[in-house]
């Protein structure tokens, strides 16, 4: 089973820069991939982030691109996201997810990642 813990949210002013850690255990890190999704205050789950195990492909949310940076450390068995430059839109629970089937053309849905993490808050002020 997998399991997955985020960490690093917090408070951050807007323009600041905050990093998130997905800790990845229990099957073998470099068989799955691993995005980033977020939920800001009262909407629906939405794609930040992903790093195609296949094709090693990383991909962004056009909300998000030049501003955030994701990356795997197979050494560690984690995912980390850099938030550069974060704005008040950025607001929202971030989770992890992890799929060992998802191919390329649905790496953006929720739908397609069988494993989540709990989340973790990151809140931007204005």
């Known amino acids: 089973q997998v399991q997955l813990v985020e960490s690093g949210g917090g408070l951050v002013q807007a323009g600041g820069s905050l990093k998130l850690s997905c800790a990845f255990s229990?099957?073998?890190?470099?068989?799955?991939?691993v995005a980033w999704f977020r939920q800001p205050p009262g909407k629906e789950r939405e794609f930040v982030a992903v790093?195609?195990?296949?094709?090693?492909?990383?991909r962004y949310a056009d909300s998000v691109k030049g501003r955030f940076t994701n990356s795997r450390d197979n050494t560690k068995n984690a995912v980390i996201l850099q938030m550069n430059n974060v704005k008040p839109e950025d607001t929202g629970v971030y989770y992890c997810?992890?799929?060992?089937?998802?191919?390329?053309?649905?790496?953006?849905?929720?739908?397609?990642?069988?494993?989540w993490g709990q989340g973790t808050q990151v809140t931007v002020s204005s």
């Open positions: 790093n195609s195990r296949r094709t090693g492909t990383t």
């Open positions: 997810a992890a799929s060992a089937t998802v191919i390329v053309s649905q790496m953006g849905s929720p739908s397609a990642y069988a494993y």
């Open positions: 229990g099957r073998t890190f470099n068989t799955y991939t």
